[in-house]
């Protein structure tokens, strides 16, 4: 069994955030996995700022799996 770390828990265990839409305020409903949701009003794209240890942990890529690992590194480029 891996040690779990805070920001792998994050990621783990989705929760629904609620974003506001930049364009006309609406509520926009994101998981903490999704880098980005379209808003249901008016389909403007609302980014997710995920802080993930995968941009720095060194365990992190054993921690969430490769594919994931992957996928949120990418998102910080
Ligand atoms: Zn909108």
Not at 2 to 31: H, Q
Request: aromatic share 10%; glycine share 8%; proline share 5%.
């Amino acid at each position: 069994m891996i040690f779990k770390c805070p920001g792998a828990a994050n990621i783990r265990t989705p929760t629904i955030k609620i974003k506001k839409c930049p364009r006309c305020g609406g509520e926009v409903e994101l998981f903490s996995i999704d880098m980005k949701a379209d808003c249901p009003s008016c389909g403007q794209t609302v980014f997710n700022n995920i802080s993930s240890c995968a941009q720095y942990c060194q365990y992190a890529e054993q921690c969430l799996g490769t594919e994931t690992f992957q996928k949120f590194k990418q998102q910080g480029k």
